[in-house]
């Protein structure tokens, strides 16, 4: 069984920055992909970023495109979000998901599909202020 768990949330004026951090843990093989989204109040669960094993391949949401950068330390099956130029319409509870090793490759045209991800975090909670 995979386990995953955020830190790093907080509450920030805009135009500040932010990291956050996800590490999963699980047997050998089973984290390969690592993903965050983001669920505001009121509204659907949004994709944020992704990032494939060997960090080849990063994927962004386009509201986050130029102010996020995701990144990964594989040793550690840690991934991290660095958020810039943060947004009141950023605020939301940030999770980390992990995508079943099983399932199809990350692209483009799948990466923010949630049935994807079989393993979620609790979530850490960012907000914004104006």
């Known amino acids: 069984q995979v386990q995953v768990v955020e830190s790093g949330g907080g509450l920030v004026q805009a135009g500040a920055s932010l990291r956050l951090s996800c590490t999963a843990s699980?047997?050998?093989?089973?984290?390969?992909?690592m993903g965050w989204f983001r669920q505001a109040p009121g509204k659907a669960r949004e994709f944020v970023a992704a990032i494939t094993w060997n960090a080849d391949n990063t994927f962004y949401g386009d509201s986050v495109k130029g102010r996020f950068t995701i990144s990964r330390d594989k040793g550690k099956n840690t991934e991290y979000l660095q958020m810039n130029n943060l947004k009141p319409e950023d605020t939301a509870v940030y999770y980390c998901?992990?995508?079943?090793?099983?399932?199809?490759?990350?692209?483009?045209?799948?990466?923010?599909?949630?049935?994807?991800?079989?393993?979620w975090g609790q979530g850490t909670h960012v907000t914004v202020s104006s």
């Open positions: 998901a992990v995508p079943s090793p099983y399932g199809p490759a990350l692209t483009a045209s799948n990466v923010g599909r949630l049935a994807l991800y079989d393993y």
């Open positions: 699980g047997p050998p093989g089973s984290i390969l992909s």
